[in-house]
């Protein structure tokens, strides 16, 4: 069902990050390329709901903490993948 959305859906803008003491353009760039590496990492057949929640969920998981602003760039990476394959499973 991933044909059914597009990841620019999900994308945030500059003023959607809310407040990181002068570093929302950084912060909103990051977040949006973690965006689209979860979007790679979907299975194309889960449910519409099912990505909703896995991508909603990123932001859940790291809003207002600083691995954002602080964790290597691969680490997040990492972590996305690890969040999206989690989560896929759960759905099995």
Do not use: P
Not at 4 to 16: G, I, P, R, W
Not at 51 to 64: P, S
Not at 66 to 92: I, K, N, P
């Amino acid at each position: 069902m991933k044909d059914l959305l597009s990841v620019h859906d999900y994308l945030f803008a500059q003023s959607d990050i809310g407040d990181w003491e002068g570093e929302e353009e950084f912060v909103t760039e990051r977040y949006n390329e973690l965006i689209h590496h979860a979007w790679e990492c979907l299975d194309d057949d889960l449910s519409c709901e099912r990505i909703d929640e896995i991508i909603n969920g990123i932001w859940e998981q790291l809003r207002g903490d600083t691995a954002l602003l602080d964790a290597e760039h691969e680490e997040l990476m990492d972590w996305v993948e690890h969040y999206v394959d989690s989560a896929q499973d759960e759905q099995m």
